[in-house]
């Protein structure tokens, strides 16, 4: 019973937000009985010349062995997925998956200047970074130990990486990555003379979206309600 109020429960949770998640853990799991922490890790000669292509993908997915860190990132990785798919994208599942391909695609093209393989936790610094940049006057309380204002919550989260071994580089390209999203999304459309550069793509508003309702749109005489005719 336990475990089917669980299942209940986490298909409840935001179709992107299940979907990346489930594929972090069970990547995991794979690892420890499957795979190879080799067989995921971006390398850009084996994705070109050996058409290793699903190493674009893994790479995200991979969050280091079972342990403290996986489970913080994957606590960080499903709270701020889902706050931002219940929150600035509700109705816009194909805008969140532009999101998270804009993001990947930038991260692996900059994380070529620093030889970085894993890159899930720089994609987990991109939506906190773009949650707490549209939340900027939430109060976190962080682990009980700290309270400070949503904009913060990036920094805390990369000098909290630091502390458990882990390199502030992937911490800071998925912030940078994530600016950058903010700016050209948020900021310069409102700027004068801005407009809108990222647009998502028709075909995935068309796969992912419901189909917006025509407001000129009127029903057939027996479409709309009334009384029951015998």
Not at 96 to 106: A, E, H, P, R, T
Request: hydrophobic fraction near 50%; charged fraction near 15%; glycine fraction near 8%.
């Amino acid at each position: 019973m336990a475990w089917q109020g669980m299942a209940t429960e986490f298909l409840q949770v935001p179709a992107v937000t299940r979907t990346y998640t489930a594929a972090c853990v069970l990547t995991t799991a794979a690892v420890l009985e499957l795979l190879s922490p080799f067989q995921l890790y971006f390398n850009p000669h084996l994705v070109f010349r050996k058409f290793q292509v699903w190493r674009l993908v893994t790479n995200f997915l991979f969050f280091g062995p079972l342990g403290f860190s996986f489970f913080f990132n994957m606590l960080f990785v499903f709270r701020y997925c889902r706050l931002l798919e219940e929150g600035s994208f509700r109705g816009r599942t194909a805008d969140f998956v532009f999101m998270f391909l804009f993001g990947g695609v930038l991260m692996i093209l900059l994380g070529l200047l620093g030889s970085l393989f894993f890159l899930g936790q720089a994609l987990t610094a991109m939506l906190v970074y773009v949650w707490s940049r549209r939340s900027p006057r939430v109060r976190v309380n962080f682990f009980g130990l700290l309270t400070f204002q949503a904009p913060f919550l990036p920094w805390a989260l990369m000098g909290f990486s630091m502390l458990l071994g882990n390199s502030i580089l992937v911490d800071l390209l998925g912030i940078v990555v994530g600016h950058i999203y903010y700016f050209l999304e948020d900021v310069f459309p409102n700027q004068p003379g801005g407009k809108r550069l990222l647009l998502t793509p028709g075909f995935l508003k068309l796969l992912l979206d419901a189909p917006e309702e025509d407001p000129n749109y009127l029903p057939l005489p027996e479409e709309q309600p009334g009384p029951l005719q015998q």
